[in-house]
């Protein structure tokens, strides 16, 4: 995407257009740019630089603070619509993600074309503009993706990848941050053509490991796969105890633990109260029978919400149980959109 979450605040905010404007807080903090629009970035705002840095480059710059569950909201509704198009995706950020279209390509569609009708829908529904990088791997995907930025894309085909790198700056390639690219460059080389010049045992011998990648990027060569990665469905946790319990009530201090375990658990997967679609308790009980219960919960259940739906479920089989546990089930990306009232092809920022 491009400039995400400024691009959200200037659609949301129709004043901004035309203005610089930065994500991040107000310049009189310690806090630093997560997004400048290009009307900022003309200034030399940048991301990561200090906000009030920004602010001595150009007074006239609106500084908002970030507001990132809406930013969430709107990558669910852009990774929906990539899922329509394949569901080989593997996500980088809220803001970018690779999409391995290979199979849709050999039904005959363009990647190309695939990446114009994606990056057209994303205006039509969403209100934001998406650039794309359309390449035999993720690694050429990503320097095309910011070549005809912003709105725009990019096609590097197997027979342009030879000519392609020569001239591609060591700094593009993955691994190479600033200070590595400042030792390539006083180590004379600043495009991938310089490094092709360099054995591949020379290179080890200067760079380490980042040595034998190089000697392969620099030549457009990278075999990753697009990592499809699972879209979680539930987060649960459970406890079995040392002796049979035969009353729910009996176990009220562990239910608490547990609440806790599952709100951290909760938290650190970074997900948000409008994903819970219902609570879930299962009791197992001494003959190793297992029954469950669940309820739709709008948010994030009490742990009052959890010993109720136990005692419920406890009272239809009153029975010694060894085993108890809580969890939620969670609505996927696509039901989310659905309820909401409002190649590999990297589409980034």
């Known amino acids: 995407m491009d400039c995400f979450y400024a691009a959200v605040e200037v659609r949301d905010r129709p004043e901004l257009r035309g203005k610089p404007v930065v994500v991040g807080g107000p310049p009189d903090s310690r806090s630093v740019v997560a997004t400048a629009n290009y009307e900022a970035r003309r200034f030399g705002i940048r991301s990561a630089m200090p ?16 507001d990132f569950a809406r930013y969430k909201a709107e990558s669910r509704k852009i990774q929906a619509i990539m899922r329509s198009l394949t569901p080989q995706i593997e996500p980088l950020s809220l803001d970018e993600a690779y999409l391995d279209v290979t199979e849709s390509c050999a039904q005959g569609i363009s990647a190309t074309q695939l990446a114009r009708e994606l990056r057209a829908r994303i205006w039509a529904e969403c209100g934001l503009t998406a650039s794309a990088g359309i390449a035999p791997n993720k690694l050429l995907a990503k320097v095309a993706s910011e070549i005809n930025k912003p709105n725009g894309q990019k096609t590097i085909t197997p027979e342009m990848i030879e000519s392609f790198m020569l001239t591609l700056p060591v700094g593009s390639l993955f691994g190479v941050g600033r200070v590595t690219a400042r030792r390539l460059h006083q180590a004379g080389f ?37 990592a499809v990665r699972e879209v979680r469905k539930s987060i ?4 079995t105890f040392a002796q049979d319990y035969r009353h729910i009530a009996d176990v009220k201090p562990e239910l608490h633990e547990l609440y806790e375990d599952l709100r951290r658990r909760f938290e650190r997967a970074q997900l948000e109260e409008r994903q819970i679609k219902t609570a879930v ?4 009980f001494h003959d190793f029978t297992q029954r469950s219960r669940s309820r739709g919960y709008r948010g994030l259940p009490t742990v009052e919400h959890f010993e109720q739906l136990c005692s419920q479920l406890w009272e239809e089989y009153r029975q010694p149980f060894r085993l108890v546990g809580i969890g939620l089930d969670l609505y996927d990306p696509e039901e989310m959109v659905a309820e909401s009232p409002q190649l590999s092809l990297p589409v980034g920022s």
């Open 190 to 226: 600043n495009t991938c053509g310089d490094l092709q010049q360099i054995e591949l045992a020379e290179l080890v011998r200067r760079f380490g490991n980042l040595g034998s990648h190089l000697y392969r990027q620099c030549r457009g060569i990278d075999e990753r796969p697009v």
């Open 281 to 284: 308790v299962k009791i197992k």
């Open 236 to 239: 649960s946790v459970e406890t």
């Open 51 to 66: 906000c009030a840095t920004a602010y001595r480059l150009c007074p006239e710059t609106v500084f908002l603070n970030p």
